[in-house]
Nanobody, 125 residues
Framework: QVQLVESGGGLVQAGGSLRLSCAAS????????MGWFRQAPGKERDFVAA????????VYSDSVKGRFTISRNTAKNTVYLQMNSLSPEDTAIYYC??????????????????WGQGTQVTVSS
């Protein structure tokens, strides 16, 4: 059974940075795509970024492109989301997710079958 545990969230001032981590366990992820989503209060859970586990190819939403960087450490089975130049609009719960035998072109919430519990990111103005 896949387990995903996020960490690294917190309170930061606008313009600051945070790095989120997602520790994955339960099986191998060689053919999978790992993703980050976020959900602000009263809003839908939106795609943020994704990475192919084997090749490390990445995709980003337009809203975070150039500010956020997704990466993975295959030896540690961990995915990261480095977030720079944060703004209050980035405030949300951030979720890590796995798309089994995934494709980077699939970025809908329904394409990802396993989810972490989420970590809160709050950016103050």
């Amino acid at each position: 059974q896949v387990q995903l545990v996020e960490s690294g969230g917190g309170l930061v001032q606008a313009g600051g940075s945070l790095r989120l981590s997602c520790a994955a366990s339960g099986r191998t992820f060689s053919d999978d795509v790992m993703g980050w989503f976020r959900q602000a209060p009263g809003k839908e859970r939106d795609f943020v970024a994704a990475i192919s586990w084997m090749l490390g190819l990445t995709v980003y939403s337009d809203s975070v492109k150039g500010r956020f960087t997704i990466s993975r450490n295959t030896a540690k089975n961990t995915v990261y989301l480095q977030m720079n130049s944060l703004s209050p609009e980035d405030t949300a719960i951030y979720y890590c997710a796995v798309q089994q035998r995934g494709m980077l072109s699939r970025r809908n919430r329904a394409d990802f079958g396993s989810w972490g519990q989420g970590t809160q990111v709050t950016v103050s103005s």
